[in-house]
């Protein structure tokens, strides 16, 4: 159905209908109803790309995100997705800059959040990470009322139009089942290793698996670690974890770290003596998952979830589509067994 077919079975010309359509100026109140009643009959979507390109004007995005080369390599994937749906909806009229920052320095994210609002953006994508320091780059957005969507984590007092990401709190107790699989009567108390501790979705991946183990009575060692010490969790830390620590039954970490935690227990002489499960399907932890160094890997599809941020901004804001206030992304588990080829 056209725009034409339309004016021709409501006895209009084109320019009526379109009028009729993008709400443009007058038209008699009968003539409206008849064409309306074609376009109920016969289920019309007006092109709404069209309408976009008859406004004649361009949108600016941006999209806020940690470096790529940090959390080891988990945002690289992230940028990936991005940049394929930065290229996708520039041949459509908008144009997306790209700013990255180190999470580990709140001055970085200060300066990166300025940068950002100063480009005056009509759309905002950014990974609510540090939630007790971006509140207030937030508040000034939703002041200076620029649509933002969330992904990779949420905030739960904020607004934006969409937030995407996982569960965490059902992760964590996702996290926990298993370890008690794998355990099995978890005689020795498990770790959960808090990398990040300040992160809300952190902190409720370790408050989902706490919740597993005392719903099944069983014991836990939690290890807190700040994300503002200006550097991520090494393996000399975890190291030194393991060097106070030699009787436990496995170590949930709670990002994407596993390889170091995997990495420590070899240079401790411990390598296959407890159960190792963390975040992400990054390069280190699917080689060492292959290898069995690894036990398990929750994945969150970090470049699925940055393509769809994107492009969700531009179907609500361009198309004008409605679009789910939370899109809660899978619960992946990969073994040794199952573990995808990469590329």
Known sequence: MTVKEIAALAGVSIGTVDRVIYHRGRVAAETKARIEAVIEKYHFTPNLIARRLKRNRTYAFCALIPRRDQDAGYWDQALSGIENAVEEVRLLG??????????????????????????????????????????????????????????????????????????PFRGGYLAGRLMHLFTGKFEKPAVVLDAHGEDYHIARRRDGFLCYAKEH??????????????????????????????DISGVFITNCLAHRVTRA?????????????????????????????????????????????LMTLYRRLVLEQTIPEKVEIPLDVYLKENVPAEG
Not at 98 to 110: G, L, M, S, T, W
Not at 222 to 228: I, L, P, R, T
Request: with cysteine.
């Open 217 to 246: 009575q069983l014991p836990v060692i939690v290890q807190e670690y700040s994300n503002y010490r200006g550097a991520e969790l090494s393996e000399d830390e975890i190291l030194e974890f393991l060097g106070t620590h030699d």
């Open 94 to 167: 908008v144009n997306t800059e790209i700013i990255e920052f180190d999470r580990y320095d709140v001055k970085a994210f200060q300066s990166a959040a300025k940068k950002a609002l100063a480009k005056k953006p009509d759309g905002i994508v950014f990974a609510p990470i540090m939630p007790d320091k971006t509140s207030a780059f937030i508040e000034t957005v939703e002041a200076k009322r620029i649509p933002y969507v969330f992904f990779d984590a949420d905030m739960p007092e904020m607004n934006p139009l969409c937030a995407i990401g996982q569960n």
């Open 265 to 309: 227990a070899e240079k401790a002489g411990r390598a296959g003596e407890f159960v190792i499960i963390g975040y992400d399907l990054i390069p280190n932890n699917r080689l060492l998952l292959q290898n069995g160094g690894i036990d398990a890997i929750i994945s969150q599809r970090p470049e699925y979830q940055g393509r769809l941020a």
